[in-house]
């Protein structure tokens, strides 16, 4: 089976623009989830989606959404970007949700100017 | 909220020796899950832990979840260059919460 996969692998925005980041999730994977990593504040959930459907949500300003399509591929956008959204953003999809294996995809690097 | 918490954040090994890194949790785990990820890679699945009081071995690696299912460990002998990276552990079934990881360098 492929991978989970994300694009764009890198990408660099201004302060104030906003940005959509793509997931493809393993085959048969209902589940993806997208995480926030910095090296100062580790990886953080941001949000988890399951059949199209929002089923969790971190600690993270209304700023950040996303949403699942019915293939189950998932996008997450952040609007008004600011300096400290500069991250590795990783989406990881499983079968049927957190409490099972993750599988991370290789994430993709957001630099805001 | 539930809160994992991991150490030491750093740990640097000569290669040949072992160590052990920490996991505790604010509340009772469902299960424990263990990541690794190399330097500049993704988090890869290590394994995950269920029972109270469970031990789970991969070659050098073994693993450990409390009896109490609020704490676990990750034991590595006879260290290996290959195992330079970042260990995470997760734990939550609504939220998983990721701790801040332990950081290997290997001194060969």
């Known amino acids: 089976k492929a991978g989970v996969t994300q694009t764009p692998r890198y990408l660099i925005k201004t302060r104030g623009q906003q940005v959509t980041l793509s997931c493809s999730p393993i085959?048969?994977?209902?589940?993806v989830s997208w995480y926030q990593q910095t090296p100062g504040q580790g990886l953080q959930f941001l949000f988890e989606?399951?059949?199209?459907?929002?089923?969790n949500k971190g600690n993270f300003p209304g700023r950040f959404s996303g949403r699942q399509f019915s293939n189950s591929r998932s996008e997450m956008n952040v609007s008004t970007l600011e300096l400290g959204d500069s991250a590795l953003y990783l989406c990881?999809?499983?079968?049927?949700?957190?409490?099972?294996?993750?599988?991370f995809g290789p994430g993709t690097r957001l630099l805001v100017l | 909220g539930q809160q994992v918490m991991q150490i030491p954040q750093y740990q640097h090994v000569q290669e040949g020796e072992d160590f052990t890194t920490y996991c505790n949790s604010s509340t009772t785990l469902s299960n424990i899950q263990w990541y690794k990820q190399r330097p500049g890679g993704h988090p890869v699945f290590l394994i995950q832990?269920?029972?109270?009081?469970e031990v789970k071995k991969q070659k050098r690696l073994t693993f450990q979840f409390g009896e109490a299912k609020k704490n676990s460990s990750l034991h590595i002998t006879a260290t290996q260059t290959t195992d330079v990276g970042t260990y995470f552990c997760?734990?939550?079934?609504?939220?998983?919460?990721f701790g801040a990881g332990t950081t290997v360098t290997v001194r060969a």
């Open positions: 997760a734990g939550g079934d609504y939220k998983l919460s």
């Open positions: 085959s048969g994977h209902r589940s």
């Open positions: 989606y399951f059949s199209e459907t929002q089923r």
């Open positions: 990881a999809s499983s079968l049927g949700g957190l409490g099972e294996t993750q599988y």
């Open positions: 832990l269920v029972k109270s009081g």
